[in-house]
């Protein structure tokens, strides 16, 4: 990761520390306030695509060239912004902005799903399920029985980044200290080996979640 990244996100968690409002770049002066239980639903966020995607799909498709340089990729699905949503019963609440793009491997059949997420509604690390506990949707990763491994651990910069694994997919996620998150779920193909935990969590670790920053600060 870039010192500027790393001094940015280091700049945004100080800030985040120090005040409610959390700024949404480090060159932008004004705040946004950041729900903590998740956004409301915005059309903004309803299968949109606009210059900030566009600049998100480019920076993971340079991503993936630097981290991947074996692999070639095709995208099924370019960068868009979605909103997750939880359903409790009764009602549907939109909690998790994101940007999502999918992708899959040339000649071996992998496919992958990348997304850059907006704090807002998110448990940092992995919810553990091994034992019957009820799935809590404010974790991205969830750790189950058939799951072979699950780890997490807290960078230099502070950013945590974590996995779960069953040996035939890899979903990982990279928590970054200005609340954002970058993550990716990677399923093997019939015809090729998926990459290694370290190469995936090293992937997800370099995100640059700026896009969804500015697209936030400009809507």
Known sequence: MSAFKTATRTALAAAAAAAVLLP????????T????????????????????????Q???EDLLAEHFENRTFTSGLESIRLQNYYIDGVNETPVHRKFRADFYVDGSGEGFETALY???????????????AELDSHYLLHCSE???KCKEKELKDGTVVAYTTDGTYVEAAAFFPDGSV???WWGEGE???????KEITNFVADFDTEPVWHALEND
Do not use: C, K, N
Not at 119 to 127: L, Y
């Open 24 to 31: 949404a770049t480090a060159a932008s002066a004004q705040g």
């Open 33 to 56: 306030e950041i729900p903590e239980e998740g956004w409301e639903y915005s059309e903004q966020w309803d299968f949109v695509r606009d210059e900030f995607t566009a600049q998100a």
């Open 58 to 60: 480019a920076d993971t």
């Open 118 to 132: 907006l704090p807002g509604g998110i448990t940092p690390g992995i919810q553990d399920l091994s034992d019957g």
């Open 146 to 148: 058939s799951d072979t």
């Open 182 to 184: 970058g993550w990716t």
């Open 191 to 197: 015809g090729g080996e998926l990459p290694s935990t």
